[in-house]
């Protein structure tokens, strides 16, 4: 069946996931075309990305940058605007057909959720969105018809592993690399250096992604926000070290069948597959020979040397806005960390000080997790400069 060529709108679009669509986007020029870009910082990454793809509309959110980007592209007839409120007003209006919410943290909460109110389909790689306002943001999404589709890998795993069923799954198990510190004894953890924590043994990614990928943070995040997407009980989630990063996630069903996505481990497949949904596209992601591949590991994750998933989960079990302080804290612990202000294994000490002194909201508002996230992230700074 031939296919209706789509608009993309790409928030954060000079980060790990929005060049990496920029470039499936660029080998399917007959598919796809480009709305709108947005960039935090990169000006010069956006000028390059909005004179080779032609959006009708780019935002840079610092205003320090506006000129320069504005005369670099006002020329070739790009209109250039500044600021969270222009994303959120653009996508509003934007003609795009898919929103890439490919920001980092929990910024991309309040562009998700104008994307949403104008019933674009969300191709979503900000997982921060749904582990602070996970309830919230799948009612809005029922109530405007935006479709949510998973651009993580381990959830676009599971996405594709459910097309066809017709019965709930009985679990959900997520796969984890690991990090880089999989098999690094817990003494030498509190020595971690910044680098070291930014080497990721599979995937190429943002410092941020990377740096939670190393404490098993990433994987808790992941937890919350399959919860979410796919209605699932907390009980019913199973996280599983896998090294290889061949299988990106299982899904488990009451007969004990169980299906599961394996594939290179190449971010622009789950980029391409939310983009071109319901359809397949070629992509020359290298193939798996199982011959060579020889065997395929399995873990249980050790919470004690990576106690965030623990302190995820546990905050999930908690429910309310209990996810969007602990998001809040770690943003800003990792922050602290890559700046070399904490330690390594500082990191879940102060994310969990945070969340018990963030007050609880047993059913949080919209605006009650705007208040939380920026009560959490003030008490952490507070607990950090207090070390």
Known sequence: MEQRKRSVAILGSTGSIGTQTLDVISHNSDLFEVDLLTANNNSTLLIEQALKFKPNNVVICNPSSYDEVNDALTPHYIKVFQGMESICDLVQSSTADIVVT?????????????????????????????????????????????????????????????????????????????????????????????????????????????????????????????????????????????????????????????????????MRLPIQYALSYPYRIPLDTPRINFTELGKLTFYEPDTERFPCLAIAEEALRSGGNATCAMNGANEIAVEAFLREKIGFMEIPDIISKAIAQVPFIKKPTLDDIYCTNFAARETAEQIIHNK
């Open 102 to 266: 490919a920001m980092v943290g929990f910024s991309g909460l309040q562009p998700t959720i104008s994307a949403i109110k104008a019933g674009k389909v969300i191709a979503l790689s900000n997982k921060e969105t749904l582990v602070a306002a996970g309830e919230i943001i799948m009612s809005l999404s029922a109530e405007y018809d935006s479709p949510i589709i998973p651009v993580d890998s381990e959830h676009s795993a599971i996405f594709q592993a459910l097309q066809g069923e017709r019965t709930r799954p009985e679990k959900l198990l997520l796969t984890a690399s690991g990090g880089p510190f999989l098999h690094t004894p817990m003494e030498e953890l509190y020595k971690v250096t910044r680098d070291e924590a930014l080497k990721h043994p599979r995937w190429k990614m943002g410092s941020k992604v990377t740096l939670d990928s190393a404490t098993l943070m990433n994987k808790g995040l992941e937890v919350i926000e399959a919860r979410w997407l796919f209605n699932m009980e907390p009980e019913c989630i199973e996280v599983v070290i896998h090294p290889q990063s061949i299988i990106h996630s299982m899904v488990q069903f009451e007969d004990g069948c169980v299906m599961a996505q394996l594939s290179s481990p190449d």
